[in-house]
């Protein structure tokens, strides 16, 4: 990858020399909100950035899973678990690999509204993909600007009702008894524009005990009360009743049969049952969450302003293989918690001529807070195990996080400078009531300011060079708090992983073509990662230092006679610097692939009526444990297809998708459950499989 850049360099230089391209003006930039929190071209944004545009989102896809469109973006892996008890795994840059459920370690933001907790736990499941007009995908030191937990930020943006009233209806049906439908209406109407979206996916899984519903709604009100002003009302729900959880596999398992469980040798039936089977692993999610936005033009500024709020309910059946021989800190094989959030950012956006070039400088401040009545019940009663018993844990938990930015970028002619600093804070108390295993109350206060240096040149019209330096700040969420070691005590000696990122990079368009190419390099102290794990409770420790150093390649290009291509490319190698344990000095961080590649050859009809396209995904190996000791899941190539069409009757509009994914029959281990104790970590992905869709929109 180095080499590919080192010999692009050169290329873009020469045309820059002989200045614009003829044709330059055939690429149309992004208009992006993330980074600068303005409206912003990507390509003079001195940062890392991808947006994938709704056409990406929807064409030829499900729109189940948010890692259907991030496996175009480099420096982010998204891998699909097949257990949508844990949802999918994302990691930018390697930030957020070691996560065994859930999303950490990376931002999740909807319109603005944070689909992060205040804690830094994020469930990429809560993306609305069926209204979803745009995601973007900033990475590097940049995302330090959006504070704890920024490894990257992932940023959904759904559609502003506007226009003539239109309803929607589609229906998608696939392997492994995929079914999903969903009804939709938008439009305006006396100033104000509506979205409304309903939907329901249904998979009996293609791992063993992997079964899932989910039902999803949302509704999106826009308006301008007065002139200047955007008012945005935003609500959405998540309902997941007993999503099977499969768990994970070993080696041998994996080996004779990729869709079976581990079986449980504890288990007394003939045939014995796996694990999941015989604890009927499962997990029950209710989420829903509201926000409001407002937005206020002036002359020379901008006021933003959101509030938001929530509550949370989850309840989850883990398996432990030695649960009658419990100890006494032993807080039970059932998680049961309801969690009540709320939080606000408000900022003001000053623009003025200074020096030359425009000055424009964001002030802001951004509060959290959540609050958790938590249980802890055992999983058995009797020989009956995968049912509530007995209470072994209640209390609560409040988490608060507060921090205050300002950022400011001067724009001038050919040079682009911006400078940025923000305070982290993040407190965390608990309220133990169950004292029978020792009282566990206490507090825990986290800090860290995190200062942004870039820096922007433009060479030429259409050649960009860019350096970025910024410090991360990633505190513990909840989840890794809860539990110390191979016990059930909360964790009050962990401390907050602390990171410095350099990034270089160029932009550069040439006719039809669009290059973006980073280098960078991270260094982290204190590293989070997890000391133990087993039966889906897992413990954190903090290790050495770590260091991440790699290259980003993604392309955009036209071939012409309706032909397209597009192109990410991602090397990275992390390590550890030092080694503490039984880990070496340069083993590779686990669940971080050292190369990614997505290559895509699309081709358009005229009129697009007709669109068809050739995927091909690799990914290298990936360790699963710290010390690389284990066998790794072994990399994989595979090559998927997809087809759709469009057509209008009336005031019908009607597109159909089919999808043939891992044409060869690839079999490969998609995803690892990093550091599980018994060595379960592998979780299958399917062989060739299959989806189709049909949609209907009529527009009154």
Avoid: C
């Amino acid at each position: 990858m180095a080499t590919l850049l080192a010999s692009l360099i050169p290329t873009m230089l020469a045309q820059a020399a002989a200045g614009p391209a003829a044709d330059s003006t055939s690429i149309t930039d992004v208009v992006v909100i993330s980074g600068s929190r303005a409206e912003h071209p990507s390509f003079d944004l001195p940062a890392a950035i991808s947006v994938l545009n709704a056409q990406h989102i929807r064409e030829g896809h499900t729109r189940v899973n948010a890692s259907e469109a991030l496996a175009a973006v480099p420096g982010v892996v998204a891998q699909n678990r097949q257990n949508y008890a844990q949802d999918l795994q994302i990691s930018a840059r390697g930030f957020g690999a070691r996560s065994a459920f859930g999303v950490r370690g990376v931002r999740l933001v909807t319109d603005g509204i944070p689909a992060s907790m205040p804690d830094g736990q994020g469930q990429a499941a809560t993306f609305n993909l069926d209204m979803a007009e745009r995601i973007e995908v900033l990475r590097g030191p940049y995302s330090a600007s959006y504070g704890n937990h920024a490894g990257g930020v992932i940023q959904l943006f759904t559609r502003d009702g506007e226009g003539a009233p239109t309803v929607e209806a589609s229906f998608a049906a696939g392997s492994d008894g995929l079914r999903k439908t969903d009804l939709n209406a938008q439009g305006s109407a006396a100033g104000i524009g509506y979205v409304l979206d309903a939907s329901r996916f249904d998979t009996e899984g293609h791992r063993d005990h992997s079964a899932a519903r989910r039902d999803q709604a949302m509704a999106k009100l826009t308006m301008q009360p007065v002139p200047g002003a955007k008012l945005s009302l935003v609500a959405n729900g998540l309902r997941q009743n007993d999503t099977q959880d499969p768990l994970g596999v070993t080696w041998t398992t994996w080996q004779r049969d990729p869709r079976a469980g581990e079986i449980d040798a504890g288990d007394t039936q003939v045939p014995k049952r796996t694990l999941a089977e015989r604890y009927n692993t499962r997990k029950s999610i209710d989420h829903q969450q509201g926000g409001a936005s407002w937005d206020q033009r002036f002359d020379e500024g901008r006021l933003h302003v959101s509030l938001w709020g929530g509550n949370r309910r989850v309840t989850q059946f883990q398996a432990f293989s030695k649960v009658f021989q419990a100890p006494a800190s032993h807080s039970g094989g059932v998680i049961d918690f309801d969690r009540d959030f709320y939080g606000t950012d408000i900022n003001w956006q000053d623009m003025r001529n200074v020096a030359g070039g425009r000055l424009t400088t964001t002030l802001g401040l951004e509060y959290g807070r959540s609050t958790d009545d938590r249980k802890g019940y055992e999983n058995f009663i009797g020989n009956t195990l995968g049912v509530q018993g007995k209470l072994r844990r209640d209390e609560q938990d409040v988490v608060s996080s507060s921090a205050p930015y300002l950022q400011s970028e001067w724009q001038g002619e050919r040079w682009q400078f911006t400078a940025g600093l923000r305070h982290s804070r993040m407190r965390v108390s608990v309220d133990d009531h169950f004292l029978g295993n020792g009282n566990d109350s206490g507090a825990l206060r986290y800090r860290r300011s995190t200062p942004l240096l870039g820096v922007l040149y433009k060479l030429s019209p259409d050649l960009n060079l860019y350096a970025t330096a910024a410090r991360g700040f990633e505190a513990p969420t909840l989840n890794e708090l809860f539990y110390s070691g191979t016990g059930a005590g909360f964790n009050f000696n962990l401390r907050p992983a602390r990171s410095a990122h350099l990034e270089a990079g160029i932009k550069a368009r040439a006719g039809y073509t669009r290059i973006d190419a980073a280098l960078f390099q991270v260094r982290t102290s204190d590293e989070l990662v997890v000391d133990a794990s087993s039966g889906g409770r897992t413990s954190y420790r903090n290790a050495s230092e770590t260091l991440r150093q790699g290259a980003e390649l993604s392309l955009d290009s036209k071939l012409g006679a309706g032909f397209g291509t597009r192109v990410a490319a991602t090397v990275l190698k992390a390590t550890y610097e030092k080694p503490f344990g039984n880990v070496r000095e340069g083993a590779r961080l686990p669940g971080v692939p050292r190369a990614s590649l997505f290559a895509e050859l699309a081709w358009k009809s005229s009129g697009e009526r007709v669109t068809a396209a050739l995927e091909s995904l690799s990914v290298a190996r990936v360790y699963a444990e710290d010390a690389n000791a284990d066998a790794p899941a072994p990399g994989y190539s595979i090559l998927n297809a997809r087809l759709a069409a469009k057509h209008s009757v009336g005031g019908w509009r009607i597109s159909e998708f089919a999808r043939l994914n891992n044409l060869a029959d690839r079999r490969y281990i998609g995803s690892v459950i990093v550091g599980d104790t018994n060595k379960r970590y592998y979780e299958a992905a399917p062989g060739r499989n299959w989806a189709m869709g049909i949609s209907a929109r009529y527009q009154f």
